[in-house]
């Protein structure tokens, strides 16, 4: 499988290649080539598979070429064998029509797992093949972090410097980065939002200075890797509803539009998606973009659903890129004009192609907790807040209610205890899987929202280029 980027200017790469590279050099975004599709008997051939047996046949056709099957195989039970449920993305029927996707049985209790656990194997088996090593930046709003640390602590050939919103994520996911102990582990709390922390990752990647003196690495969803992985439980829970014979459709609570747009992919694949939903919270760029076309930034309102406050999201431009006719110099133009204005306008085309599949709902912060409330009361499940965003808008559907309306249940509720709690008066316990989380010591580092200081802190603390 060839890979290009969304904004036409850097050179090809197999899997390997994006795996390692993260973010293009022309600042894009890679891509399959072109969307490579199962014939309705190889869908039908997937049904009843288990989990790790479905990951190596959805994720095969993009890995062909930089890993044998074998090698794929045994990389999907090493990652999906450390899941607390042996579904491992089990789904939960919340009524007639409503479910619930449980992307939360992971090592840190959060869909990022799914991804970050295989991602982890892929850049040992490729650094130990190219005897190479690897400076992962990283910016997140609590979730990637904790996953992408435990994906990665201890492992030889990489170091991993982390970026967060101080102040800005909960206890448990500060606590389930800080107090990782590995000496290949760096955090970094910076002032500022997590927009901030994610502008300055891109910025490094294209600092030649760096990029010459370090092997810079992505675990977010700008790396290729992250989405793919992904797409491995919309064709589970879409064949365990019956997908074959009819189609089923998904609310996706949205930040960085990395989740819902593994579905877009398991649609181009052949899947049959009714429809995609994505769910905002007040942060509703995207909410904006797909049904006015406004893609205008303003500022970050911190949100009970912190992970997903976030203004400028990265993978939106994967979207615009494929619907738009896949243009890369074209594309280039449009993200030149939105980072000079902080606001651009959706083409005709890209409008038409996104509406195809996508629909848009925004929840404010007493529809989350009418969701988080509405869960409990009516299905007995305790849910934590970004999958109550999700939730509010699968119920607001307009959908033809004989589609099956599956909602990703992102987090587990005890990342978020007290807004959980506020809303149906539970406080819900931490699984024993991540252990005495609040009785280790934390380290980070505390540094200004300046890319001047994040560099030189990696200057200081990275190893050179191997
Ligand atoms: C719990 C949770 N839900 C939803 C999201 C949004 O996912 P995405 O950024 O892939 O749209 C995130 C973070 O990204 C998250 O951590
Ligand atoms: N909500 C995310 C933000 C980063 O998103 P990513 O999917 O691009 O890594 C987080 O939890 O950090």
Same mark, same amino acid.
């Given at each position: 499988m060839e890979y290009i980027s969304t904004r036409g200017s850097a050179s090809a790469l197999d899997f390997e290649g994006v795996t390692l590279a993260g973010l293009a050099s022309d600042g894009g975004l890679y891509l399959p080539a072109e969307w490579p599709r199962f014939s309705e008997a190889q869908i039908a051939d997937m049904v009843g598979l288990p989990?790790?047996?479905?990951?190596?046949?959805?994720?095969?056709?993009?890995?062909?070429g930089s890993l044998t099957e074998e090698e794929l195989r045994s990389l999907c039970q090493q990652a999906y064998g450390r899941f607390a449920h042996k579904a491992v993305t089990p789904l939960v029927q919340l009524d007639e029509r409503q479910?619930?996707?449980?992307?939360?049985?992971g090592p840190t209790l959060a869909f990022k797992d799914v991804a970050l656990q295989l991602l982890g194997l892929l850049f040992e088996t490729f650094l130990s093949r190219r005897q190479s090593n690897l400076t992962?930046?990283?910016a997140t709003s609590g979730d990637t972090g904790s996953a992408a640390i435990d994906a990665v602590a201890g492992r030889e050939g990489v170091?991993?410097? @982390?970026?967060?919103?101080?102040?800005?994520?909960? &206890?448990?996911?500060? +606590?389930?980065?800080?107090? $990782?102990?590995?000496p290949n582990v760096h955090n970094i709390a910076i002032e500022g939002s997590?927009?901030?922390?994610?502008? @300055?990752?891109?910025?490094?990647?294209?600092?030649? &200075?760096?990029?010459? +003196?370090?092997?810079?690495? $992505?675990?977010?969803?700008?790396?290729?890797?992250?989405?793919?992985?992904?797409?491995?439980?919309?064709?589970?829970?879409?064949?365990?509803?019956g997908a074959l014979h009819r189609p089923v459709a998904y609310s996706v609570p949205t930040g960085n539009f990395g989740d819902v747009f593994a579905g877009y992919v398991a649609a181009q694949m052949g899947l049959p998606i009714a429809q995609l939903v994505v769910a905002t919270n007040v942060n509703d760029i995207l909410h904006r973009a797909l049904s006015d076309g406004d893609y205008s930034t303003g500022t970050v309102t911190p949100t009970d659903t912190?992970?997903?406050d976030i203004q400028v999201s990265s993978n939106f431009e994967r979207l615009l890129f494929d619907c738009g006719g896949r243009d890369g110099a074209a594309m280039a133009e449009q993200i030149r004009s939105f980072e000079a204005d902080k606001a651009m306008q959706l083409t005709n085309s890209q409008r038409e192609g996104a509406s195809a599949l996508f629909t848009s709902v925004r929840a404010d912060?007493?529809?989350v907790l009418q969701a988080l409330r509405w869960a409990h009361e009516n299905a007995g499940e305790v849910i934590d807040p970004h999958t109550a965003v999700g939730l509010h808008a699968a119920l607001a559907s307009e959908l033809d209610p004989s589609i099956p309306m599956v909602t990703l249940a992102t987090a587990h509720p005890a990342k978020f205890p007290d807004v959980v709690e506020r809303a149906t008066g539970l406080r819900p316990n931490l699984p024993s899987r991540v252990g005495d989380l609040f009785a280790r010591e934390e380290a980070y580092s505390e540094l200004p929202g300046k890319y001047d200081a994040v560099r030189d802190f990696v200057t200081q603390h990275a190893s050179p280029a191997a």
């Open positions: 989990y790790a047996e479905l990951a190596t046949r959805v994720m095969w056709p993009f890995v062909e479910w619930l996707l449980e992307l939360f049985h992962i930046i990283g170091d991993i410097f @982390m970026l967060h919103p101080k102040g800005r994520v909960s &206890d448990v996911q500060r +606590r389930q980065m800080t107090t $990782a102990r590995a997590f927009d901030d922390a994610q502008a @300055m990752v891109k910025r490094m990647f294209g600092d030649a &200075d760096m990029t010459g +003196r370090f092997n810079i690495g $992505a675990v977010n969803s700008i790396n290729w890797a992250r989405l793919m992985a992904q797409v491995v439980y919309y064709f589970a829970s879409a064949l365990q509803l912190p992970s997903m912060q007493q529809q």
